[in-house]
C-alpha cells in the first residue's frame, strides 16, 4: 500500500506542477503615465511605440491615412489608399491596426494585401510587434504578456489560464 500512497502523491504533485505552468502571469502596466497619454493620441501612440518607424514630423498625407484607417476600423466601410512607394501605407496600416486592437476598436482585424504572402508577412509582422516591443509589452501588459506565454504555438492558448484587473 505504502507504494500505491506514493504514486498518488506523486500524481498530485505532478498535476499541481502543470497547472501551475498553465498560469499566466499580468504584470501591472509600467508607465500608466504614458499609456494613458499615448492612447489619447494615435500620432502619440505612433510615435512612443514604433520610434524606428515613425520619427520625424507627420505629413498631412501620413495623417490623412491614419484618420481613414482609424475610421474605417471604428464605423466599416471599404477604402482604398493610395500613395507613392515609400510612403508607409503598410507600416502605417500594420501599427494602426495595432493600435485598434489594443483599444479596443477591433478585435479581430482582416489582413488583405495584393498576394497572400504579403499579408503573411503584415500578419508576422504585427506578430512580431506583440511579441518583441518592449515599449508595448511594458505599458499593455494585458494584452502582450499572454501572447509571450504562448511562446510562439498557439496550441497553448486553450489550455492556459490568466487574470488581471485589466482585462
Known sequence: MAGADIRVADALRKRKLRASLKDVKIREPADVDRRLTNSADIYAFLSCYFPDVFWGHWTDQRREMVAAILNAARYGGDQAIAAPR??????????????????????????????????????????????????????????????????????????????????
Open 86 to 167: 515609400g510612403e508607409g501605407k503598410t507600416s502605417i496600416v500594420q501599427c494602426v491596426t495595432i493600435y485598434c486592437v489594443m483599444h479596443g476598436i477591433l478585435s479581430f482585424p482582416l489582413i488583405a494585401a495584393a498576394t497572400g504572402p504579403n499579408a503573411e508577412q503584415i500578419l508576422a509582422n504585427i506578430k512580431y510587434q506583440l511579441e518583441r516591443n518592449q515599449a508595448l509589452a511594458d505599458d499593455y501588459p494585458e494584452i502582450c504578456d499572454p501572447i509571450l506565454a504562448l511562446d510562439g504555438t498557439a496550441q497553448r492558448g486553450p489550455s492556459a489560464n490568466f487574470r488581471s484587473r485589466y482585462s
